[in-house]
């Protein structure tokens, strides 16, 4: 049996969680965040107390590190971490653990296994160009800097009123963030070759949807998941 796969990458605030989740969920097939399972590293690193530089250390951890997805929530050695890894700490160190090339082995690995399995779409930096190079449709989303800050305040905002960072700082992270992750060695953010580009700045979550499910239609994948039941 093929089994689609379908790789959203980009910056960060880009919009490709909340789209490549829709996208799962109108075809009926699993979404795997690939940020959450760096993040939920970086989590443990950080209740640990191990030194961001201490590249050993954080490797051994990783070896010894069981990271899963259960009905679309992230678990880390059996605990669901959703809430605690999009703290400020987590977000802000996060590329340093995402750059050390062993880290990124581990997790790779276990990210091709997922979609060697079953249906997936999956987002994050790396999947057009790296852990899926054959994927049946590479989507590249990105928008500018200041609409990706602005977005992600706003959903801070949303679940935290007495939010202390402003827009500028979100600005500043996004940046430090997309330049670490493009310049790395293993695996940098990239657009692959045969990425469709989508400038998601002026456009709503509904309209970017929207424009990937007529992509998706195009190659015929809708067809082929219905034909195989999933839809
Ligand atoms: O949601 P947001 O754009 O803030 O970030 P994320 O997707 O949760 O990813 C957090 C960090 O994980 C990124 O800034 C990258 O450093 C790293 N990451 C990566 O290196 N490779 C991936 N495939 C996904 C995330
Ligand atoms: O995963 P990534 O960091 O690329 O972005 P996200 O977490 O999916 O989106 C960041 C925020 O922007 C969310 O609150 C989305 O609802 C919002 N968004 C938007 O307002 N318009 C878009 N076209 C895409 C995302």
Do not use: W
Not at 38 to 59: G, H, P, S, W
Not at 130 to 143: E, G, H, I, Q, Y
Not at 179 to 197: G, T
């Amino acid at each position: 049996m093929h089994y689609i796969q379908i790789a959203i990458d980009g910056p960060a605030g880009a919009g490709k969680s909340t789209i490549a989740k829709k996208i799962a969920k109108k075809l009926g097939i699993l979404y795997i965040d690939t940020g959450a399972m760096y993040r939920a590293l970086t989590y443990k690193v950080v209740k640990l107390k191990v030194d961001i530089n201490n590249i050993e250390k954080i490797n051994e951890i990783a070896k010894e590190t069981n990271i899963e997805f259960r009905n679309g929530i992230i678990f880390l050695d059996g605990i669901d971490v959703s809430l605690e890894i999009r703290s400020q700490e987590v977000t802000k160190l996060v590329s340093f653990v995402a750059q050390i090339p062993e880290v990124r082995v581990i997790l790779v690995e276990l990210q091709k296994k997922v979609a060697n399995n079953n249906h997936v779409v999956m987002d994050g930096r790396d999947i057009g160009s790296n852990v899926l190079p054959n994927a049946d449709v590479k989507v590249f989303l990105t928008a500018s800097v200041s609409e990706r800050a602005k977005r992600r305040y706003l959903e801070m905002l949303e679940k935290n009123s007495d939010l202390t960072l402003a827009v500028e700082d979100i600005e500043k992270d996004i940046k430090l963030r997309d330049k670490m992750d493009s310049e790395r060695e293993a695996s940098p953010l990239i657009k692959a070759k045969d990425a469709i580009v989508l400038d998601t700045t002026l456009f709503t979550i509904d309209q970017v949807v929207e424009e990937i499910l007529n992509i998706l239609s195009k190659k015929n994948i809708i067809d082929y998941l219905t034909d195989t039941c999933i839809i």
